[in-house]
């Protein structure tokens, strides 16, 4: 695998709580990118970012921030968590004209 | 809005068939494309990826190939096998604007019969 490690793996939580989720690689690559998978929508880009301190929104950034202090590290995190987040949210990174690479998931249920 | 389409939804095969899957994009002003393969509960696995100024791309048994005036892309499995059995979802990378984002087809869930 590409060097990307997601934690926490599986979270559940309560509407209205903040959640941290974690990614990061051991490639040294540029860019790094949140993605969240559900049924009937497939992956949709939420956040991501082309060097440290540098991120641009996706399509459904609308409840999510993020945050790249450190080239390996690329936080996404919700404010308030909402039922609508309940989600599998991958993390993949990228070099220029080089493929995405993705991690395993985080398998997140807010109740 | 940028979409992909995969089509079938799903396909079955028989173990050893050779088989083709189906890519189309509603732009054609594309910087790449991409192939992975997902298994449940897992992650994503890039396959290929085939730039705009490419025709196609080989690995193994797995051909890909890109017709960037057609918005087509399919990719060829050869000598199918039971550990075939996954699904297959193509992305497409767009030139200009928002240009690092991969647009997603929704996949084909592919399964091989031994």
């Known amino acids: 695998d590409a060097g990307i490690t997601q934690s926490p793996r599986h979270k559940v939580t309560e509407t209205g709580t903040p959640v941290t989720l974690r990614c990061h690689q051991t490639e040294n690559h540029r860019y790094m990118y949140w993605y969240r998978q559900d049924p009937g929508h497939g992956l949709r880009l939420i956040h991501y970012s082309y060097g440290v301190k540098d991120t641009d929104k996706g399509e459904v950034s609308d409840g999510y921030s993020v945050s790249r202090s450190k080239t390996e590290d690329f936080l996404l995190t919700l404010e308030s968590a909402t039922s609508s987040q309940t989600s599998v949210y991958f993390c993949?990174?990228?070099?220029?004209?080089?493929?995405?690479?993705f991690g395993d998931g985080t398998r997140l249920s807010i109740l | 809005k940028q979409e992909v389409t995969q089509i079938p939804a799903a396909l079955s095969v028989p173990e050893g068939e050779n088989l083709v899957l189906n890519c189309s994009f509603t732009d054609s002003a594309i910087y790449n494309l991409q192939w992975f393969r997902q298994d449940p509960g897992k992650g994503l696995t890039s396959l290929l990826l085939?730039?705009?100024?490419?025709r196609e791309q080989t690995s193994g048994r797995l051909n890909a190939s890109l017709d960037k005036s057609s918005g087509r892309s399919t990719l060829y499995i050869a000598a199918s096998q039971p550990g075939d059995s996954a699904t297959y979802l193509c992305a497409v990378q767009y030139s200009g604007a928002g240009s690092y984002q991969l647009t997603f087809g929704k996949g084909t869930k592919l399964s091989v019969i031994p």
């Open positions: 993949a990174i990228s070099d220029i004209n080089q493929p995405q690479h």
């Open positions: 085939i730039q705009s100024s490419q």
